[in-house]
C-alpha cells in the first residue's frame, strides 16, 4: 500500500513538472521526435518531471508483486485527485462544472472496483502465456497510434474547436496500458535468487521489448498532447484508459480470478462500465473564448 500511495505522489508530481516544462517550450510535434527530444532533455524541470516519472515506475514494480492487478489499478487512479490539486495550484489550470463531475464518477467507479477486492480470496499471479500476452497488446498499440494519429489530422482543421485532449488521452492510455502489463511482466522475474537465469528468461519474454516500444512511442506522444492540452484533463483519461485496460485485459492475461461473490462481482463490473461511460460522454471540445463585447456609441444630440 506505501508502495501504492508513493507511485502516485510521484506521478502526479512528474506529470505536472513535464507540463510545466512544455509550457514554455516552442511547439513539438510527433513528426520531429529528434527534435522534440533535443528540446525537452535541455529543461531541468523536465528532467526532474521524467525522474520522478522513472522512481513512480519502480514503485509500480513492487507494487505489482504484493497486489492483484485490480487492486492496484484502482490504488493508482486515486492520485488522481493529488493531480487536479497539483495542476490547479502550480500550473493555473481550471476545470469546467461537467469535467469535475465527470472526474469524481470516475473516481467513484474506480472505488467500486476496489470495493470488489478481497485480500483473502484474490490471487496475484506472476507470469502470463506469451501467446495470450501478445494477442491483447500487439493490436492495443496498433490502435493507440492509429488514434492518435487520427486526432493530430483532425486537430489541423481550420475553423475547429481547440480539442480537450480526449482522443490523445485515450491513444496514450493504451500504450501505458501494454506498459503496465509489461511491468507486471517484468516484476514476475524480478527474484534474489538465480539472477542471472531470471535476467536471461527475462530477455527471451517479450516484456522488455513491450516496455522499450510503449516507452519510446509514449515518451514522444505524451509530451506532445500534455503541451496542447490540459494536464488536469488529459492525465486522467489517460489515467482511466490504462487503469480499466490493466485491470480488465491484464487479469483476463494473467489469469487472476474474478470475484466469486455476487456482490463484488456486481461492484467490479458496475464500477468497469461506469468509468467507460464516462470516457464515452466527456466533452471533446473545449468550449471557445469568448468574444470581446464592441464598445456602444455615446448617442449625440
Known amino acids: ?46 528532467i526532474g518531471g521524467s525522474l520522478a516519472l522513472a522512481a513512480g515506475f519502480g514503485a509500480q514494480l513492487a507494487v505489482y508483486r504484493t497486489l492483484p492487478i485490480a487492486a492496484a489499478q484502482g490504488i493508482f487512479v486515486s492520485g488522481l485527485v493529488l493531480l487536479l490539486l497539483l495542476s490547479s495550484v502550480l500550473l493555473g489550470e481550471q476545470t469546467s ?38 494477442t491483447v497488446c500487439l493490436p492495443s498499440l496498433a490502435a493507440g497510434v492509429l488514434l492518435y494519429g487520427s486526432a493530430e489530422r483532425r486537430a489541423k482543421h481550420r475553423h475547429r474547436l481547440p480539442t480537450t485532449g480526449v482522443e490523445y488521452g485515450v491513444a496514450v492510455g493504451l500504450l501505458y496500458g501494454v506498459s503496465s502489463l509489461a511491468i507486471k511482466g517484468v516484476s514476475s522475474y524480478l527474484t534474489t535468487q538465480e539472477l542471472g537465469s531470471a535476467l536471461l528468461d527475462l530477455l527471451a519474454s517479450p516484456y522488455p521489448y513491450l516496455l522499450m516500444f510503449t516507452g519510446a512511442f509514449g515518451l514522444i506522444m505524451s509530451q ?17 484508459v490504462t487503469a480499466l485496460f490493466t485491470a480488465v485485459l491484464g ?14 462481482l456486481a461492484l467490479r463490473i458496475a464500477g468497469t462500465a461506469l468509468a467507460v461511460s464516462v470516457l464515452l460522454a466527456m466533452p471533446k471540445h473545449d468550449a471557445p473564448p469568448p468574444q470581446p463585447t464592441p464598445p456602444t456609441k455615446e448617442l449625440t444630440s
Open 1 to 46: 500500500m506505501t508502495a501504492a500511495l508513493l507511485a502516485n505522489v510521484l506521478y502526479s508530481t512528474g506529470f505536472v513538472l513535464e507540463k510545466r516544462a512544455l509550457t514554455a517550450m516552442p511547439s513539438v510535434s510527433v513528426r520531429k521526435p529528434a527534435r522534440l527530444l533535443r528540446q525537452v532533455v535541455s529543461s531541468p524541470l523536465w
Open 97 to 134: 462544472g461537467r469535467e469535475r463531475y465527470a472526474v469524481g464518477a470516475i473516481l467513484a467507479a474506480l472505488l467500486m472496483v476496489v470495493l470488489s477486492l478481497d485480500e483473502e480470496a484474490d490471487t496475484v499471479s506472476h507470469g502470463a502465456p506469451v501467446a495470450l500476452v501478445l
Open 224 to 240: 506532445a498532447a500534455l503541451q496542447r492540452c490540459r494536464a488536469s484533463l488529459i492525465v486522467p483519461v489517460c489515467t482511466t
Open 251 to 264: 487479469t483476463l492475461a494473467f489469469g487472476e480470478p474474478l470475484p466469486d461473490e455476487p456482490l463484488r
